[in-house]
């Protein structure tokens, strides 16, 4: 996994997306969200992989763009919810102070 998100920091370099506008890279990922949306709405399973694929490529390049990496972003957040308590209600997890 290393390897590849380190493959995607080097095509927005070569591509000058890392010195690009953050709030550009921002609205690619609301897009490319959107078609995760649509992918599972319409249950078409490689629609789906592409878009959480595509969508994974805009936050690695949106942390590139503020000097982070997505590993970690990733850490950081894991950090956060690892002993978080709370309770999964319709398989979404709900943390206990939203309760």
């Not at 095509?11 to 949306?37: C, I, M, T």
């Not at 000097?67 to 319709?90: F, P, S, V, W």
Request: aromatic share 6%; net charge negative.
């Amino acid at each position: 996994m290393n390897e590849l998100i380190k493959q995607v920091e080097q095509w927005s370099k070569e591509k000058g997306l890392h010195k690009g506008n953050p709030d550009r890279q921002a609205l690619k990922f609301y897009e490319e969200a959107g078609e995760v949306g649509a992918a599972l709405s319409r249950n078409k399973l490689d629609d789906l992989k592409d878009g959480i694929g595509d969508t994974v490529v805009t936050l690695i390049i949106l942390a590139q763009q503020h000097g982070m990496t997505l590993e970690e972003c990733l850490q950081y957040a894991y950090d956060e919810i690892k002993g978080r308590k709370g309770k999964t209600i319709n398989g979404t997890f709900i943390k206990e102070s939203d309760l």
